[in-house]
C-alpha cells in the first residue's frame, strides 16, 4: 500500500505515517524504484496498533514504543480482541437496525 492510501484509510496526513516510519522499528516499510514507501500489509496491522495506542488510548510517542517493546505479544494479543469484538458489535447493531 502506499503512503496516500494508508493517510487516507487512518484519516490522518501522509507526514504523519513518515513521521511515525521513522519513530517505531516495527514499521518496515519497502521503497520502490522512485523511492515511494510501499506498506506490507503487516506494516498497515503494525500502523493499526500505532493509532490505537497514540490516537485512541492517549499514550506519548515514547510511551507507546516503551508499550511495543515490553509488550509486544500482548499488546497485539488485547489489539486483536478489540478488533474483534469491535466487528462483532457493528455487525450486532446492523442486525438489529435491520429488525
Known amino acids: 500500500y502506499s503512503i496516500g492510501e494508508l493517510a487516507k484509510a ?6 504523519l505515517i513518515r513521521f511515525w516510519d521513522k519513530e517505531f522499528d516495527i514499521l518496515k516499510p519497502k521503497k520502490n524504484a522512485k523511492g515511494n514507501r510501499m506498506f506490507t500489509p503487516e506494516d498497515v496491522h503494525n500502523l493499526k496498533l500505532i493509532f490505537h495506542l497514540v490516537k485512541e488510548r492517549g499514550f506519548t510517542l515514547e510511551g507507546a514504543k516503551t508499550h511495543l517493546k515490553e509488550g509486544q505479544k500482548k499488546t497485539l494479543d488485547k489489539f486483536d480482541i478489540i478488533s474483534k469484538l469491535e466487528a462483532i458489535k457493528t455487525q450486532l447493531t446492523n442486525i438489529k437496525n435491520e429488525i
Open 10 to 15: 487512518f484519516d490522518v496526513n501522509a507526514s
